[in-house]
């Protein structure tokens, strides 16, 4: 059974005061109570700082906080900010942007980025735990555009980026797609490109690829291959659901984020696919997403101060 969606009403009213705040991320994060994490004793003092709040072991009096080792680490945003960008995320099926993020919370620009980019990592961090299996996988290539930075005399310039993208399909008769996995690639060549599907895609399963050389050695590297040689063919006939999940990709990324800088597109693509994986549970994503930030280890090179 579907799970009703959170209005902006309910939300506004469960989440009205930084304690309520704090009552919802403690029960999701303890829900059986408390637990140190030093220790493993379920007893504390909780010590209120000026802008946050720590719980203390009653018996090895570490000190940890809400927000330690996860997504939020080291944050100086009171929560309530946090648990409304999540709400906004989850709400948005088409993302949600910085530059709206930030009016809708009252951040600056670059505040707000970094706090998209650490829920997008949460998102990643959630599905890198799965690899697809046991069902019929489409897997082919595409060429995202980026801009890029660092190239071109002016400081800008545009490459494109190779991306695999791996989709498993409901039925034997594809009827219906199931799970995405999307991954940029540094170059498009067999090497990279088998070390990319044993990330996403258990060996064993049954892949179907075109008849592009990188693909030749797939049955060496353990999976079940079926390469489809166009002639004349279209390509839809065979692929149609990662071609979908392509273009609709691209219109995630160009819709609501205006393009993307070569340097980010693997963070906007693992929010497509972390979407596209939860689509039958929209109504609970807003739980998912905070329980996935929760679980999330801080991003490797933390921003500042966010
Ligand atoms: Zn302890």
């Not at 690639?185 to 067999?190: A, P, S, V």
């Not at 030749?216 to 979908?244: C, K, N, T």
Request: positive net charge; charged residues 25%.
């Amino acid at each position: 059974m579907r799970a009703p969606e959170i209005t902006l009403a309910e939300f506004q009213e469960k989440f009205r005061r930084e304690a309520d705040c704090q009552d919802f991320l403690f029960k999701r994060k303890w829900p059986d109570g408390f637990r140190c994490p030093a220790c493993g004793n379920d007893t504390y003092w909780a010590i209120h700082k000026a802008d946050h709040l720590l719980y203390e072991c009653r018996r090895c009096r570490h000190q940890t906080s809400l927000t330690a080792g996860t997504i939020f680490h080291r944050t100086r945003l009171p929560l309530w900010k946090w648990l409304w960008a999540i709400f906004f995320v989850a709400r948005d099926k088409r993302g949600h942007s910085a530059l709206a993020l930030k009016k809708d919370i009252q951040v600056n620009y670059k505040g707000a980025l970094r706090m998209l980019r650490r829920i997008r990592s949460a998102m990643a961090q959630r599905d890198a735990g799965y690899t697809l299996g046991g069902l019929p996988t489409e897997v082919d290539d595409a060429y995202f555009g980026g801009q890029d930075r660092d190239s071109g005399h002016c400081g800008r310039g545009t490459t494109q980026v190779p991306v695999l993208v791996a989709i498993t399909l409901g039925s034997a008769e594809g009827e219906y797609p199931e799970f995405l996995r999307m991954l940029p690639l540094k170059k498009l060549d067999r090497p990279t490109v088998e070390a990319a599907l044993k990330k996403m895609v258990e060996p064993g399963s049954e892949l179907k690829t075109d008849g592009l050389s990188v693909y030749s050695g797939l049955e060496d590297a353990g999976y079940q291959h079926e390469r489809i040689v166009m002639a004349g063919l279209s390509p839809q006939a065979h692929f149609r659901w990662v071609h979908i999940a392509i273009s609709n990709a691209k219109a995630f990324i160009d819709g609501t984020f205006h393009g993307v800088t070569k340097q980010y597109l693997g963070e906007y693509l693992d929010e497509f696919c972390y979407r596209f994986n939860r689509r039958r549970w929209e109504g609970e994503l807003f739980g998912r997403l905070v329980n996935a930030c929760l679980a999330a280890k801080p991003l490797a090179a933390p921003s500042r101060a966010t």
